[in-house]
């Protein structure tokens, strides 16, 4: 069968990410992997799901493994508007969807939103799966770089006075504001005012995602994006993925009603419903007040991790200029900028051979730019992993220097 | 924000569906309801269940809640791939991508096949999730009639030829051949061979989509589209949801190698992977040797029921020229026919005044047919309602025919 005469035009865009052939490399034993972004398996609350997987069986079985709503388990849609509410936000339970992951949440947007050749504002660097579900609907990204402060807003209104000067004006605005992946930078509050500021000034939406903002290490928290709007511009997306874990796949978004009614009629196509089953057992843990001594928990452990990383960097890179990173109070995630002229896709062979592992800064950068930088994971690997993996890191830089 | 403007023309032709709008009325105590096509939830196995999520979480726990493989957990891939070599398919787990449930695979392949405009054939009546998921990509559906051995596949070839002469190749034709939703009936051997070599002869993909085939009551089961293939052109969809439970929402392509990798990257930026959780689960329930018997059981209930809706349409119906209606082997459906110039979606408010409700046949019909004609389901209700409810609905019609 002649395939290639089939595939659509959307189909024909999506590549293979270099980063996973890269990563076939590391899949060696001994290697110390910062290239990931998994959450560390050693607080998942195993007994007290466990716990409630039977209760729910017992109790809730024949809905719990039954077809579900498209828009969500209604009881867990009310617990995630009051766990809003909690947190400051104006919503009710139809704010609210729940999808098969923040992942979803970003693939509905996407098909929600773009036609082929519409134009997707998002940062520079920016995470990888947002950019990937963009581009599988032929979207044209344009990035506007970070500092630590967030998304350059002054440069963001340039570009948009030039956009609209082309008649060529974007579908909506795409940040990770806390903790972001991959830079581990969050938006200040001034800079998250002049955002939205924008959004109002050219009536575009604002795609706030953000998996880790609970994750907070130390300090003040700016208020949400979806917090600040009053004029109904942020649809927000957030995960039960790196709060509680990944492998059952939920996540919500809010947004306006008539928003939400949108993405409830694309999803269904989608998938029907996200699992009731792992709706039922997370809406009992969140009810049962299990959720926020959790994510204590989780921030007690990331920080110590982060803590080690930012150490080992300090105690190992060679003091030159042109290296440096940023230092998350948040997060999974830190970005490392190397002296220009060291490509650390090059480089990632060499860093294989010392055994330790990272994700090049190319891959989260639309423009392709990023060759001297890279992303490290601290989550996952073991406070004494991030210590002498740093070490490796820190003698492959300082050959590549020299 | 003026969101006119800034949905995808995709979005814009997404519509809310009538039938939601009819069952809403349905939604009243007391009522016997044929609309739905759930599974009888007294079948699902609630304690197995429970003791294989606690041997889960304590043995794999750490994996069974991290994130996974896109395609799949590699056990599942393989148990599936087992049980389809049992059924004499010849497959590795190479040819299996695991979705979450069958529903995304429509989603998939509509995303990996669809331009907007491009024809897909489809069967009149057809299933509405499967057509849902192509109009979401603006395809045009064109429908070929089925009788009760299946697809007319003459009129299909003649079809095929008037648009070849159009230069209008389709892209895919897609086909529910085991106990059809929403008609009941089985293709046969003889049909599906001219089907596949029609696709042979114009180098087309063939989607099975093939929920029900397992839940045969009798007879002997024509072989599998996917089996027949000798020239890799059929992509077959499964799904735990009427074997098992559809809580999980966990269903399995199979199809030659390049289309499973194709498949693979259009499912990364749309949910990452399928919950590693409800795979570990499901995959343990297989490796156990518990989904034969719990087929047979189901098989067990269903049939009991299908008989008394049959024997309950024999008994109440009236005996006029033109109502008819199909009588499954097997699945969850059957399809009635009244007389022209009964129109289903008059009689509906009728309907639910008596307090039965149906699906209009119309809902099925791409091309905006089957106004006399319903698709009722008999797995939900008990024998005591279906023989209520039948009993309801036929004063209706015979009401209708005065």
Not at 140 to 153: A, F, R, T
Not at 224 to 252: A, C, E, N, Q, Y
């Amino acid at each position: 069968m002649d395939l290639q005469r089939l595939y659509s035009a959307n189909m024909k865009n999506m590549k293979r990410s270099a980063i996973r052939e890269l990563l076939k490399l590391a899949n060696k034993p001994g290697l110390i992997s910062f290239a990931g972004g998994l959450p560390d398996p050693g607080v998942f609350p195993l007994e007290a799901i466990s716990q409630i997987t039977a209760e729910v069986l017992a109790q809730e079985g024949d809905t719990a493994l039954q077809y579900g709503l498209t828009a969500g388990e209604p009881r867990l849609r009310r617990a995630l508007a009051k766990w809003g509410a909690a947190q400051g936000l104006n919503l009710t339970e139809e704010n609210v969807i729940v999808t098969t992951a923040s992942q979803q949440g970003l693939e509905l947007i996407s098909k929600m939103f773009l036609d082929p050749g519409d134009i997707v504002i998002v940062e520079l660097p920016s995470y990888l799966g947002g950019l990937n579900a963009f581009t599988s609907y032929r979207a044209n990204l344009v990035s506007i770089p970070l500092d630590d402060e967030g998304m350059k807003v002054d440069l963001l209104s340039d570009k948009l006075k030039e956009l609209q000067g082309q008649g060529k004006m974007p579908k909506f605005i795409y940040v990770v504001p806390d903790f972001q992946n991959p830079a581990g930078v969050t938006m200040s509050t001034e800079r998250r005012r002049q955002l939205l500021d924008l959004c109002y000034q050219y009536d575009l939406p604002l795609v706030e995602d953000t998996p880790y903002r609970e994750l907070r290490f130390e300090g003040q928290a700016p208020p949400d994006l979806l917090k600040m709007d009053d004029k109904g511009h942020v649809i927000s997306l957030h995960t039960f993925s790196k709060i509680l874990f990944p492998g059952m796949r939920l996540g919500w978004t809010i947004a306006p009603r008539e928003i939400i009614d949108k993405l409830e009629l694309a999803k269904q196509s989608m998938d029907l419903c996200t699992p009731s089953f792992t709706q039922a057992l997370v809406r009992r843990y969140m009810e049962r007040g299990l959720l926020e001594p959790q994510i204590e928990r989780i921030i007690g452990v990331y920080r110590k991790k982060r803590d080690a990383m930012l150490g080992s960097l300090d105690a190992y890179m060679p003091k030159v200029p042109g290296i440096h990173w940023t230092r998350p109070k948040g997060g999974l995630f830190l970005w490392v900028t190397l002296p220009k002229g060291i490509d650390t896709q090059k480089m990632f062979a060499q860093a294989v051979d010392r055994d330790v592992a990272y994700v090049i800064g190319s891959a989260f950068c639309a423009d392709g730019s990023g060759e001297n930088s890279m992303r490290l994971n601290f989550s996952f690997p073991t406070e004494e992993e991030i210590t002498e993996g740093i070490r490796r890191l820190a003698e492959t830089v300082k050959e590549n220097l020299a």
